[in-house]
């Protein structure tokens, strides 16, 4: 299947595509923040840059795109037009993310993946509620945590 746009305008879109500071990586930054929480953006000492770190409970949330990081969700579907790229970028993204996982483990950091069908879709969940979870995680001594609608452990590709 051929692209609908031209390769001018797809370059743009892609370009425009945020790395950092996306809307659902400010909404968990909102929550936390109003609930008290201090923290430091994407420390690149740090394994993979985690989008928040929280240094004083030495834990680490990442907020994943279910697209870009393979979750099998509602939001994702692998696109129609350059199938093959896509796996292909989809499934390096998944491997990195395993690798990163387990630096961070290794310096005894604990970590949070917060999926973007938290946030936003049909499995959408209370923004307190989220709140709620991962100030309860925060607190706690548990290692590894995995917020993500009704498919926490579901990846594809994998």
């Given amino acids: 299947m051929t692209d609908r746009i031209s ?3 797809r ?6 595509i945020r790395g950092k500071d996306t ?3 400010r909404v968990v930054r909102r929550l936390l923040h109003r609930r008290g929480y ?3 953006l994407h420390d690149s000492r740090l394994p993979g840059k985690p989008d928040i770190v929280l240094p004083k409970w030495h834990a680490v949330i990442f907020v994943h795109g279910c697209f870009w990081h393979g979750h099998g969700c509602h939001l994702f579907r692998v696109p129609a037009s350059n199938t093959g790229f896509w796996v292909t970028k989809i499934c390096g993204n998944i491997e990195r993310d395993r690798i990163v996982l387990r630096k961070l483990q290794e310096n005894s950091w ?3 993946v917060v999926w973007e069908c938290v946030l936003k879709g049909k499995t959408r969940t209370d923004p307190e509620d989220l709140a709620q979870r991962l100030s309860d995680w925060i607190q706690s001594d548990e290692a590894v945590i995995t917020i993500g ?3 926490d452990e579901k ?4």
Avoid: Q, W, Y
């Fill in 11 to 16: 370059s743009r879109n892609m370009a425009a």
């Fill in 23 to 25: 809307k659902p990586e």
């Fill in 155 to 158: 990846r594809l590709f994998v």
């Fill in 110 to 112: 604990r970590i949070a």
């Fill in 149 to 151: 609608g009704d498919t």
């Fill in 38 to 40: 201090r923290f430091r």
């Fill in 7 to 9: 390769r001018e305008a």
